[in-house]
Structures are given as structure tokens and as C-alpha cells.
């Protein structure tokens, strides 16, 4: 299998995706609020295994109809839009939120458990530590 190639940049219709599952976890003014900073922060890499362990989340089967599409793209050469990831707490027990792109990150971790994935990270309303808005 072949290495994910992936954009520069989210794909628009991530923001709107990512606020829609954000919109059961907080409210509409938090989830505001973590989307533009999401928009505006910078591209970081972590690992697909990394990821899924700080998510708490399963990893996905090859079978799941979305991470299939994703590695019939990556098979296809097709880039994969950076995930978009909304920070954890480790004092609270909050685990990292994967606010977009779940399904990118199982199938990425399918073609290779070390690849570096790029995200953008936000942190909570009233998660940022002094000087840190948008990590």
C-alpha cells in the first residue's frame, strides 16, 4: 500500500463538519469559537497511532465503508485533507477530540501506524494556558 499523500490545507467543508460534531459536545459559542481557531492555526504532524491513543478512539476496519473511500484514495493517489483535532486536557481526564477526519486517521494508520498525519489543533474556550490561544 502505498504512502497517503496529503493537501496543504483542510478542505472547506471540514469547518462546517467539524462544528457540527463539536456542536454535542459544547456550546454554540465555544464551538465558534474552537472553529476559528481551528481556521487559524498552523499545520502540525503527529502520528496516526498517536492520535487514535489520545482520542481514546477504536481504530477502524479496512471494511468501515468511509475508511475504505479514504484508502481507495490513498491507492488512488488522491491527497487526503489534514484532520482537524481539538486539544485534551490531561488534568480533567478530557481526551484530544479528532473534530474532524476520524475516518482519514483509521485508514492512514492502515497504510502505516508511524505516518505523520497533518492537523490543525485548537485548544477549548478556557483551555489556553497564558500566551497560548491556538497552539
Request: charged fraction near 25%.
Amino acid at each position: 500500500m502505498p504512502d497517503a499523500t496529503w493537501k496543504s490545507a483542510p478542505d472547506e467543508h471540514d469547518y462546517p463538519a467539524s462544528a457540527d460534531y463539536l456542536a454535542l459536545l459544547a456550546p454554540s459559542e465555544d464551538v465558534e469559537l474552537i472553529v476559528s481557531r481551528l481556521r487559524t492555526s498552523s499545520l502540525r504532524h503527529w502520528k496516526a497511532k498517536d492520535i487514535l491513543r489520545a482520542s481514546g478512539l477504536p481504530l477502524l476496519p479496512v471494511d468501515n465503508p468511509h475508511v475504505a473511500a479514504d484508502l481507495h484514495k490513498v491507492t488512488s493517489g488522491k491527497a487526503l485533507s489534514p484532520v482537524l483535532l481539538v486539544r485534551g486536557d490531561l488534568r480533567s481526564g478530557r481526551p484530544l477530540q479528532v473534530a474532524d477526519g476520524y475516518h482519514r486517521v483509521c485508514a492512514s494508520y492502515h497504510t502505516d501506524e508511524n505516518t505523520d498525519i497533518p492537523c490543525r489543533l485548537a485548544v477549548a474556550a478556557g483551555d489556553e494556558p497564558a500566551g497560548e490561544g491556538s497552539a
